[in-house]
């Protein structure tokens, strides 16, 4: 059996013709076709070389492949082949080339997928009033059968939302005063105007700021907890249990929850906003020399006592929205832990865009109070 071999001759013009002859095949065991490919390698890139497979006694696929590799996955004009050479070929080529495809340009995708927005919009908003509906309805009950009220679980909501989260909103609350305080400093120092930074940190801080930070920080720490909480008990069958046993998972579940959040709301702003305002009097006393005593005794005359009720009523609201979109979105997580993740994330993300938006909206009408 011989071994896959070749010779090259030249024609009275200079162009060389390689002739291919033996056995090209995996049959012949002396053959290494990476040896041969390296010694025709000169020949494969000479465009005008000459190629006669016509007396190759055998040809398979890991001959043809040596040989098709160099030539660059391609047949021309310059290779002589048997009609069965050329279809083993062929079916090479076929094998290692891809198909083209003709990309359809789909013009209404975008409109696909701004409808499906939509539609996904309005179904979780249409499960939001409906869960609003059902808390409305279990609150006319309980004032009905007040006996039926979850106490136990309200006050555990209040612990957990209201006391635990003292630290963390009077810690933050300190550190962003004192930011707020250096900066303000600085710039009305430049102007002689050191006693405005009474105004504008008490205005700013009591009727804007504690609130929405009081409420991001809940949304990141109760609203999240609240949404967790609420999906693994949908993962382990604990909701699904209430109903089987007759009772309201929104009375025992989500009802705690919102009024507990919503009660206490008020009160955490009153103490972020304090703390956020005892930032920014360190910072005053250091940067502009105003005594925590003025700051506090000249606090009260340049801020109206209006913007501490819209204050308390802006964290009233935030607690409500925050502690409804947690239950929502709670209540909608299927039993996986990717739904719980995903959901979870929606939860917190969706909490402080519905804060931002009411704290917009009430600004607008409560423009000209207070101010």
């Known amino acids: ?99 083209s495809k003709k990309i359809d340009r789909d013009w209404l995708s975008p409109l696909n997928a701004l409808g499906k927005g939509v539609l996904h919009l309005l179904h979780h908003f249409t499960e939001f009033i409906h869960l609003l509906i059902l808390l409305l309805l279990e609150i006319s009950y309980l004032f009905r059968r007040p006996q039926d009220f979850p106490w136990r679980e309200f006050s555990a909501n209040v612990y957990k939302s209201g006391v635990n989260a003292l630290p963390v909103t009077a810690l933050l609350g300190f550190m962003i005063g004192v930011v707020m305080g250096y900066l303000m400093s600085r710039q009305l120092h430049s102007f002689g105007a050191d006693i405005y930074i009474v105004n504008i940190l008490g205005l700013s801080i009591i009727r804007e700021l504690g609130p929405v930070l009081m409420a991001v920080l809940v949304a990141g720490r109760s609203g999240s907890a609240m949404t967790a909480q609420i999906g693994v008990m949908r993962v382990t069958d604990e909701i699904d249990a209430l109903t089987t046993m007759g009772i309201s998972r929104t009375l025992r579940v989500v009802l705690p929850k919102v009024l507990g959040l919503t009660f206490v709301a008020p009160l955490l702003v009153l103490w972020t906003s304090g703390w956020t305002l005892v930032g920014g009097a360190f910072a005053s006393n250091l940067e502009l020399g105003i005594s925590f005593r003025f700051f506090f005794d000249y606090l009260p005359l340049v801020v109206q006592p209006i913007n501490l009720t819209l204050s308390l009523f802006k964290g009233l609201m935030f607690g409500f929205v925050v502690a409804l979109v947690a239950c929502h979105f709670g209540l909608r997580i299927k039993p996986n832990t990717e739904s719980l993740s995903n959901s979870t994330t929606s939860s917190v993300v969706t909490a402080i865009s519905g804060v931002i938006l009411v704290n917009a909206w009430f600004a607008i009408l409560t423009r000209g109070i207070g101010v």
């Open 1 to 99: 059996m011989a071994a896959a071999n070749f010779r090259v001759a030249q024609d009275d013009q200079g162009r060389r013709h390689v002739q291919l002859f033996g056995q090209w095949s995996l049959r012949a065991p002396s053959n290494d076709f990476a040896k041969l490919k390296k010694l025709l390698e000169p020949f494969f890139f000479d465009t005008f070389t000459k190629w006669d497979l016509n007396e190759i006694e055998q040809l398979d696929a890991a001959g043809a492949s040596t040989l098709l590799s160099g030539w660059g996955n391609k047949l021309n004009a310059n290779i002589s082949l048997r009609p069965e050479q050329a279809e083993l070929f062929n079916t090479l080529i076929g094998l290692t080339r891809p198909p």
